[in-house]
C-alpha cells in the first residue's frame, strides 16, 4: 500500500516537472503559483484513504494503483460534431461549451452572439486576458482543499468560463459538455470551469459528462461558481461516462446577500464516481438547494458529499438526495451542515432517500449536522428500503401488471429529483434516460 | 353460471387461520353487504379475493365468471372485471391520478382486446365519469391519493371505480373515516355505478352505509364464517340488538345451513 501511494506521488510529480519544462516563460505566473501549490499539496498526501473519515466508504485504492496521464494539450481526438448528438440538449441559439479531454474545443462548440454582460468561452482565453483571475478566484478553499481539488489545480489549464454581469438575465442554459476520450493510456482529465453571475444576474448551467471510446479515464473536474447578491443559478450536472471510468467532481459555489442556487446532481454513468458540492453562505437571506439522483447497478460505486456552510443568519437550505441501486451497487451519501454561531434563523432541510433493488444493493448514509446557533431550524431524515410491497398491489389491483408497476414505482421514486430541474430540455431528456435506464423492475446499463 | 361463487373458503395468515368455511353466491345486478364486527375476517375475505399474497387460501375455491378466481394474479382479476375499493388507500408519490388511471384502464382494455386509449380520448373519458362522482378535476393531475383527506380517498377509490368500470366491486370498509356529508357522496356515487351488469359488495362493521347502498342481501360474518343471511332488514336488527345477539341467537346455526344449501 505505502509503496504504490509514493510510486502514485512520484508519478504526478514526474509529469508536473515535464509539464513545468514545456511551459517556457508561462511558469512565473499566477496561475502556475497556484498550481505549483496544487501539486505540493497532493504530493503531501497523496490519494485518500478509507482510514480518512471523508473516505471511509469509498477506496480510490483502482485510481491511485492506476498511472494517468493528465491531458495538457487540446486534441480533437476525432470528435466530430456528429459523435456530439447524443449529448446535446439544444442545438439552435443557446451557448454550448464543448470540451475534450477537458480542453475548450472551439470547433465544437457553438456560441451565438453573446448579450451584453454575458461572457462564455475557454477559461484558458478568460485567463490569458486576464491573469488576475487566478489569483482572484482560483485560489484553494480556504477551509482546506480536497486531494483531486489540489490534483486539478496542479494541472490546471483549462475548462469554461461563464460570466454573467449585474442584472443581466440569461433566459437560455447554458450547455459545458466534457467528453473523456479514452486512448490505450489511462487518461487524467481534469477541466476546471468557472462560473461568475454578478449581482441580480440569472442564468442556468448544464454542466454534461459524457464518453466516447471504451477505455479507462479519470475525470477529475473542479467547478467553482460565484452567485452575486439577489442572483439566481441553476446548475445542473448530468454524470454519463461510461461503466470503466472514474469520476470525481468537486462542485464549490459560493452565495451572496439574497442570492438562489440550486444544484441537480444527476448521476448516471461511471465506475466509481464522488461529487463533492459544497455551498457557503456569504450573505444574508439567501437560499440554497441541494438535490440529486444517483441510479446505478452492478459494481458501480456512486458517492455524495455534501456540505453546506451556514456563515450567516437568515438563509435557508433544502437538500434531497435519492439513489436507486440495483446489483452489485453502492451508494454513499454524507451530508454536513454547518450552523456557525452567528447564523441565527437558520432553517435547513436535508432528506437522503434510497431504494435498493437488489439484495446485494448496498448505501451508507450519513447526516453530519454541527449546530452552534441556538434559534435555528435544522431537520434531518434518511430512509432506505425496497419498493412499497402495498404501493405494488394497489397497482397490481388495478390491471396494471406486476413488472409495470414495479418500473412506474421506481420511476416515480426517481423522477421527484428530475421535476426540481427548471431546465426544460434537460428534464425531458433526464425523463427519457431514466425510462431506458429503469425497466423490468430492475437498472438496467446504458443501451 | 354466478357471478361469483364462493365455496368453502378457508384462508389466513401464517399458519391463523382466518376464514373458516366461507360460502356466499352472487349474481349480477345485486348488492350484498357482509357484515360483522372487528376481527370477524370482513377485510381478510375482501384481500382474498383481490389477491392479496399475504393470505393462504386453505380449502375450498372460488369462481369467478366460471373462471378459478384463485389461480389469477392481482391484475388479471382486475381486468377480468373486479375491483377493490381499498379500505386504506395507498399515497403513490410521483404518479399523477391521470397518468395511473389511463395505465389501469388501457391494460384493462389491452386484456380484453380493446384499442388502447389515447389521452385525448381518455381525458374525456374522465370528464364524463368526474361528473358522475363529482370530483375536482384539480384531483386528476395530483400524486395518487398524496396529502388527500380521508373522504377524498375513498371519493377517489370510487372515481376510480367509475372510470375501471368493474362487473364485480368490493367496497371494503368504504364508511370507515368519512363523515355524513362524504359517506353520502360516496354512496350516491355506487348508486349511480349500478346497474344489471354488475354487482357490488358491500363489506362494512356498521349499518350506516347501508341508509345510502340499499343491499339487496345481507350476511353477518363472525370469526370467519357466515352466520347469518337475510334481506336488508337484517342490518336494521343488527344496528339494534348488536353482533352478540347474532353470537347468542339459537336460529343463527341453521340460519347459516340454510343459506349453505339454497
Not at chain 1, 486512448?183 to 448544464?206: F, T
Not at chain 2, 382466518?18 to 357484515?35: F, P, Q, S
Not at chain 2, 353477518?220 to 347468542?248: C, F, N, P, Q
Request: charged fraction near 20%; glycine fraction near 10%; proline fraction near 4%.
Amino acid at each position: 500500500m505505502t509503496k504504490s501511494l509514493i510510486n502514485v506521488r512520484e508519478w504526478y510529480a514526474g509529469r508536473f516537472a515535464r509539464f513545468e519544462e514545456g511551459l517556457n516563460g508561462a511558469s512565473g505566473s499566477p496561475l502556475h503559483a497556484l498550481r505549483r501549490g496544487g501539486i505540493a499539496a497532493f504530493a503531501a498526501g497523496g490519494f485518500p484513504t478509507t482510514d480518512q473519515e471523508e473516505w471511509r466508504f469509498t477506496s480510490v485504492a483502482p485510481i491511485a494503483s492506476t498511472e494517468f496521464t493528465p491531458v495538457l494539450v487540446y486534441d480533437q481526438s476525432g470528435v466530430t460534431e456528429s459523435d456530439l448528438g447524443e449529448w446535446i440538449l439544444a442545438r439552435a441559439g443557446s451557448i454550448l461549451l464543448v470540451f475534450i479531454n477537458g480542453h475548450f474545443s472551439r470547433t465544437l462548440s457553438s456560441i451565438p452572439a453573446l448579450p451584453e454582460g454575458v461572457s462564455a468561452g475557454s477559461l484558458a482565453a478568460a485567463l490569458a486576458g486576464d491573469p488576475a483571475l487566478a489569483s482572484r478566484y482560483l485560489a484553494p478553499d480556504p477551509a482546506g482543499e480536497d486531494p483531486f481539488a489540489s490534483l486539478n489545480t496542479a494541472f490546471l489549464v483549462d475548462g469554461a468560463f461563464v460570466r454573467v454581469d449585474a442584472g443581466v438575465v440569461l433566459d437560455a442554459p447554458v450547455q459545458i459538455l466534457s467528453l473523456s476520450v479514452s486512448s490505450a493510456a489511462p487518461l487524467l482529465v481534469q477541466p476546471r470551469h468557472l462560473i461568475i453571475a454578478g449581482d441580480r444576474a440569472r442564468i442556468a448551467v448544464v454542466e454534461s459528462y459524457g464518453g466516447k471510446g471504451r477505455g479507462i479515464s479519470l475525470t477529475n473536474a473542479v467547478t467553482q461558481i460565484i452567485v452575486g447578491d439577489g442572483g439566481a443559478v441553476e446548475h445542473d450536472k448530468l454524470q454519463l461516462e461510461n461503466q470503466a471510468s472514474y469520476h470525481v467532481g468537486t462542485t464549490r459555489v459560493t452565495l451572496g446577500r439574497e442570492s438562489s442556487f440550486t444544484s441537480n446532481t444527476i448521476n448516471l454513468g461511471g465506475a466509481i464516481v464522488r461529487n463533492n458540492v459544497s455551498a457557503r453562505f456569504a450573505g444574508e437571506r439567501a437560499e440554497c438547494t441541494l438535490n440529486g439522483l444517483s441510479v446505478a447497478t452492478g459494481t458501480q460505486l456512486v458517492d455524495n458529499h455534501t456540505v453546506i456552510d451556514h456563515a450567516v443568519p437568515h438563509c435557508e437550505s433544502h437538500e434531497l438526495y435519492k439513489s436507486v441501486l440495483d446489483g452489485n451497487a453502492r451508494g454513499v451519501f454524507n451530508g454536513k451542515i454547518f450552523v456557525r454561531q452567528d447564523a441565527q434563523k437558520t432553517d435547513a432541510k436535508q432528506t437522503n432517500k434510497t431504494l435498493l433493488l437488489s439484495d446485494d444493493a448496498t448505501i451508507d448514509t450519513k447526516p453530519q449536522l454541527e449546530i452552534f446557533a441556538d434559534d435555528v431550524k435544522c431537520t434531518h431524515g434518511a430512509t432506505v428500503g425496497q419498493l412499497d410491497e402495498e404501493q405494488v398491489f394497489y397497482l397490481r389491483a388495478r390491471g396494471i401488471g406486476e413488472t409495470e408497476a414495479r418500473d412506474l414505482l421506481t420511476f416515480a421514486f426517481a423522477t421527484d429529483v428530475i421535476n426540481r430541474v427548471h431546465v426544460d430540455v434537460l428534464r425531458e431528456k433526464l425523463d427519457a434516460l431514466l425510462h431506458t435506464r429503469l425497466r423490468q423492475g430492475r437498472v438496467t446499463l446504458e443501451t | 353460471m354466478s357471478l361469483l361463487e364462493v365455496r368453502n373458503l378457508h384462508a389466513g395468515v401464517q399458519g391463523n387461520p382466518i376464514l373458516e368455511g366461507i360460502n356466499l353466491r352472487v349474481e349480477k345486478g345485486e348488492i350484498h353487504a357482509i357484515m360483522g364486527p372487528n376481527g370477524s375476517g370482513k377485510s381478510t375475505l375482501a384481500g382474498v379475493l383481490a389477491g392479496r399474497d399475504a393470505y393462504v387460501v386453505t380449502e375450498g375455491e372460488v369462481s369467478y365468471q366460471g373462471k378459478d378466481l384463485l389461480a389469477l394474479s392481482p391484475e388479471e382479476r382486475a381486468r377480468e372485471g373486479l375491483f377493490l375499493a381499498f379500505q386504506y388507500p395507498v399515497e403513490i408519490p410521483g404518479v399523477t391520478n391521470m397518468y395511473f388511471l389511463k395505465a389501469a384502464l388501457n391494460a384493462i382494455r389491452k386484456h380484453r382486446n380493446l384499442e388502447e386509449l389515447d389521452a385525448m380520448e381518455f381525458l374525456a373519458l374522465v370528464k364524463q365519469k368526474m361528473k358522475i362522482i363529482d370530483v375536482d378535476q384539480s384531483l386528476l393531475n395530483r400524486p395518487v391519493n398524496e396529502g388527500f383527506s380521508g373522504g377524498e380517498k375513498k371519493r377517489n377509490e370510487i372515481f376510480q371505480m367509475a372510470v375501471l368500470d368493474p362487473t364485480l366491486a368490493i367496497l371494503d370498509e368504504t364508511d370507515s373515516g368519512l363523515d355524513i356529508d362524504a359517506l353520502r357522496i360516496v354512496a350516491e356515487g355506487v348508486n349511480r355505478l349500478r346497474s344489471p351488469e354488475n354487482a357490488v359488495v358491500v363489506v362494512t362493521h356498521y349499518q350506516r352505509l347501508l341508509n345510502y347502498i340499499v343491499p339487496d342481501f345481507v350476511h353477518v360474518l363472525i370469526d370467519g364464517k357466515i352466520v347469518k343471511s337475510g334481506g336488508k332488514e337484517l342490518a336494521l336488527v343488527l344496528e339494534e340488538k348488536g353482533y352478540d345477539w347474532v353470537r347468542t341467537e339459537p336460529g343463527a346455526v341453521s340460519a347459516l345451513a340454510q343459506e349453505a344449501g339454497s
